[in-house]
């Protein structure tokens, strides 16, 4: 099985521009941020301890913390990986929650500089589409992209592209299989 973001790798490839240390450095915030936010919304549902995070990410936290109180969010479900056997793919969504406006929403969590909204979009599609085969979510419910900065945080929902993801799949199974007739 492959993962939802190698397959939009092939089509939203990474800027030879940026680079290496940059990337580093935003890929170890993003996996720092991430795991504060898994542990903040185990913290929302179970009660304990607050989780702390390195003073050099506590703006995303302070942003985060923001964006649950402004839409009154519960957690359901983060940091889950489900997979699908039909599109061959696996994935990891972010957060499945409740907030004011909606019953149920799957929430992907950025900390880029500047998402890309075409991709998010897509890779949300996917996820949903995970979720919904895996009967975790009933079909149809909302996608949306909250990103975490240094001026607080962007949260805005996203159209659905399910079928654009699923060419985009027949796409990487084509190129694979013409990579391996070539060998």
């Known amino acids: 099985m492959k993962r939802v973001t190698t397959i939009l790798s092939r089509v939203f490839p990474m800027s030879r521009a940026i680079p290496e240390a940059t990337l580093e ?23 304990g301890e607050e989780p702390v995070i390195n003073f050099e990410y506590l ?23 489900l997979s699908d056997k039909e599109l061959d793919i696996v994935g990891t969504l972010d957060m499945i929650c409740k ?17 890309n ?3 998010v979009e897509l890779q949300t599609s996917a996820y949903r589409y995970l979720a919904e085969v ?17 001026t607080g945080y ?6 659905d592209e399910l079928d654009r993801f699923k060419q985009i799949v027949e796409l990487d199974k084509y190129i694979d299989r013409r990579s391996k007739d070539k060998k």
Not at 25 to 47: F, I, M, S
Not at 134 to 150: D, F, R, T, Y
Request: some cysteine; aromatic content about 10%.
């Open 154 to 159: 962007t949260y805005v929902k996203l159209n």
């Open 117 to 119: 909204i075409p991709y």
């Open 25 to 47: 450095n935003a890929k170890n915030r993003g996996t720092k941020v991430h795991n504060w936010v898994e542990a903040y919304c185990k913290y929302l549902k179970d009660g």
């Open 99 to 115: 907030t004011k406006d909606d019953e149920v929403i799957l929430v992907d969590l950025k900390v880029t500089s500047q998402p």
């Open 59 to 81: 703006i995303y936290a302070d942003a985060f913390k923001k964006w649950v109180k402004d839409y009154e969010v519960v957690p359901l479900h983060n940091e889950l990986r």
């Open 134 to 150: 895996n009967q975790v979510i009933e079909a149809g419910k909302p996608q949306a992209l909250l990103h975490l900065s240094k």
